[in-house]
């Protein structure tokens, strides 16, 4: 599975939208995107996933670039809830099942 | 619609000793799979089951073990404990398909003292 590199931290205030970039420029044509976050002493928990075209659902956006190489999770009104680690992952689409390789993520911080 | 369960939540055990772990999946998956996570670091693979057979395994040694039951509940057995087999051992359900995503339990807290 490609690589993903993100930054360690990241704050945002109350109510603003949080944008969180994530590196993937070694990923494969059937490589999806996913995005996780976890809260503190919780299971991982499922955001979003895409593989070239943007994605929303009730809880993000997922804008992916058009080369692939690179793609923001966006949470349009964050709050406090919102603090936890954030995990970019690139999963394949074949022969991958049930992997995904975690990284360190991005801690974001929701500030009131 | 219940999501993941574990059980238990926490556990204290001594070197050398063997843990069961517990899991049942989300309603309607019949994918399981266990993760590791050391304080402070992301989930490692452990390993996978699918129809009641290990389909894929991350790089851990087989004193990590499992098995999936017919209602597709799982367990994960670690034999011969070491003090760095504490962590938090996380299980994951989905579909069968490679894209879909897998649903988290809050895992089960292993300290090895």
New interface residues.
């Given amino acids: 599975d490609a690589k993903t590199t993100q930054p360690p931290s990241m704050d945002c205030a109350e109510g603003r939208a949080a944008n969180l970039p994530c590196n993937h420029s070694t990923i494969s044509g059937n490589e999806y995107v996913y995005w996780y976050r976890q809260i503190h002493s919780q299971g991982p928990q499922y955001i979003i996933h895409g593989l070239k075209n943007n994605e929303t659902n009730e809880m993000a956006s997922l804008i992916i670039t058009e080369d692939r190489k690179s793609s923001t999770l966006i949470l349009p009104h964050a709050t406090l809830r919102d603090t936890a680690v954030y995990y970019c992952i690139v999963r394949a689409g074949g022969t991958s099942y049930g992997k995904l390789t975690f990284g360190q993520g991005t801690i974001l911080t929701v500030h009131p | 619609d219940a999501g993941?369960t574990q059980s238990p939540t926490h556990l204290i055990k001594t070197r050398g000793q063997q843990v069961t772990l517990r899991c049942s999946p989300k309603s309607g998956h019949d994918?399981v799979?266990w993760?590791q996570q050391a304080l402070g670091?992301?989930?490692?693979?452990i390993f996978?089951y699918?129809e009641e057979e290990e389909?894929?395994r991350?790089n851990f040694p087989d004193r990590f073990s499992g098995h999936q039951f017919p209602n597709y509940s799982s367990e994960l057995n670690v034999n011969a404990l070491l003090l760095g087999d504490s962590a938090l051992y996380?299980c994951?359900s989905?579909l069968g398909g490679?894209?879909s995503?897998?649903?988290?339990?809050?895992?089960t807290r292993l300290t090895v003292t």
């Fill in positions: 993941v994918t799979s993760y670091q992301g989930p490692q693979f996978q699918y389909r894929q991350g996380l994951a989905s490679p894209t995503p897998l649903h988290f339990g809050n895992g």
